[in-house]
């Protein structure tokens, strides 16, 4: 649910991907966000949670600023490689978090609305994307 998969069919007529480079890019994200979480959970617990998150941020924010500047299939690779890893932090950090912030008959109410809000900015990521096919717009 974020900008580079929200538009498939375009992206792969915009740079000319065949469906197995597609499926090369899209495995890059799983490859290492699958290698990279639990991991990421022993880092949150070491350097701290909040920390952890910020630098989750700061590093999705740089790749969602560089998503724009690529135009080849090993700048695709290595971003959606890059952004897997930025993202496994964010599920075992915002566990962290609420364990150690929150009474324990509070934490499930806590991690859904926090979960819930990942949807919801993603959400608003790909709706504001130049690169999403929109219903309304001509190109659609």
Not at 113 to 125: H, L, Y
């Amino acid at each position: 649910s974020d900008v580079c998969s929200s538009d498939l069919p375009g992206i792969a007529r915009e740079f000319h991907f065949s469906e197995a480079q597609l499926g090369q890019v899209f495995a890059a994200f799983w490859l290492s966000y699958t290698l990279l979480n639990w991991p990421s959970g022993w880092l949150a617990d070491r350097l701290g949670a909040a920390r952890v998150l910020g630098l989750c941020g700061l590093a999705t924010a740089a790749l969602v600023a560089g998503n724009a500047a690529i135009s080849v299939l090993a700048g695709f690779l290595i971003l959606r490689f890059l952004f897997g890893a930025a993202s496994a932090v964010l599920y075992p950090a915002c566990a962290s978090l609420t364990l150690r912030s929150f009474a324990p008959d509070r934490i499930g109410g806590v991690q859904s609305s926090a979960v819930a809000g990942v949807t919801r900015a993603s959400t608003a990521c790909v709706a504001a994307s130049p690169r999403t096919a929109h219903p309304l717009s001509s190109s659609a």
